[in-house]
């Protein structure tokens, strides 16, 4: 069921069908909307806590012994915010517009924000924040200037296997947060436009 199945809809303006919606996200149990509110941020959490063990994996690479409260932070932080952002900015915004009517988009945009926000993007913050200490420290062997990128793949390569797990939950997270996120939609549409018109059925 889509909202642009109902003739009623068609003829409302963009503004109208967000007001709707909104009206009847609010007549929702309280239990759906709490998922739909806090579901992005436990994605988030997940996202933050790979980024401490994609930290945690380089830290043991490079033999980084300090810095460890300045390298851990951001790699908490900065996953968090950017899984939730794409996360409202992909899946739980345009489904509350009305502009996202595909199971599958949906599936797939919870998806790739799971695996990309909460798994590639720690791993690729881990690189550079660590080889930024060890260079600093002189606590590993610093890659000579025609060798830099076949070092810093090979130092990856051990470390993006043993996330393999992480990448594979975030994906499924992403991917159930969002089918959830979806039924909750599909209930919205399902209700009547205005709690007289509940009243009268």
């Not at 739909?36 to 980084?64: C, D, E, H, K, T």
């Not at 509350?96 to 993007?121: E, F, H, K, Q, W």
Request: glycine letters at 8%; hydrophobic letters at 45%; charged letters at 15%.
């Amino acid at each position: 069921m889509s909202l642009k199945d109902s003739g009623q809809v068609q003829v409302l303006s963009r503004g109208a069908v967000i007001e709707m919606l909104a009206r009847k996200f609010e007549r929702l149990p309280e239990f759906d909307r709490k998922l739909f509110a806090y579901g992005p941020i436990y994605l988030g959490g997940n996202a933050g806590f790979a980024g401490l063990i994609a930290n945690s994996f380089y830290r043991r690479a490079l033999n980084v012994t300090h810095g460890r409260f300045t390298s851990s932070l951001p790699m908490a932080v900065l996953p968090f915010l950017t899984t939730v952002a794409l996360y409202n900015a992909t899946v739980s915004n345009p489904l509350l517009s009305g502009d996202l009517n595909c199971p599958t988009c949906v599936l797939i945009r919870g998806a790739l924000v799971g695996v990309v926000g909460g798994g590639v993007y720690p791993i690729l913050l881990a690189l550079p924040v660590n080889a930024g200490l060890a260079a600093r420290y002189n606590s590993s062997p610093m890659p000579e200037k025609g060798n830099i990128l076949h070092f810093w793949k090979n130092l990856s390569k051990p470390i993006v296997r043993k996330m393999y797990a992480v990448l594979l939950l975030q994906t499924l997270f992403g991917t159930y947060l969002s089918s959830k996120h979806y039924d909750t939609y599909l209930k919205m549409l399902k209700l009547p436009d205005s709690e007289s018109e509940e009243l009268q059925d």
